[in-house]
Nanobody
């Protein structure tokens, strides 16, 4: 079992920044992939970014590429999502999730159904 707890959400003006954190506990293995997803009201949950815990390989949704950065601190079992140049359309509940990877190093886990464990989510609201 893995437990994930997100923090760092809030209200920010358009163009501002926020940093989300996801603290992981439980049985964590080095071949885990940590991902961030978001879900806006009335919309499906969508992939934002992911990082391979052991290799550091990262990938992003096109909508956030160049504005968001995912990183990990293995000593703290924590993953971060630095969000810059925020836009009103970034408003959503942000979730972190994890999956144990058995695929090749460059496989991209972008589907929500591929992830096994989820946090409770943190609200991000960007005002115009």
């Amino acid at each position: 079992q893995v437990q994930l707890v997100e923090s760092g959400g809030g209200l920010v003006q358009s163009g501002g920044s926020l940093r989300l954190s996801c603290a992981a506990s439980g049985r964590i293995f080095s071949n885990y992939v940590m991902g961030w997803f978001r879900q806006a009201p009335g919309k499906e949950r969508e992939f934002v970014a992911a990082i391979n815990w052991s290799t550091g390989y990262t990938y992003y949704a096109d909508s956030v590429k160049g504005r968001f950065t995912i990183s990990a601190d293995n000593t703290k079992n924590t993953v971060y999502l630095q969000m810059n140049s925020l836009k009103p359309e970034d408003t959503a509940v942000y979730y972190c999730a994890t999956v144990r990877s058995y695929a090749s190093g460059r496989y991209k886990y972008t589907g929500s159904s591929e992830y096994d464990y989820w946090g409770q989510g943190t609200q991000v609201t960007v005002s115009s």
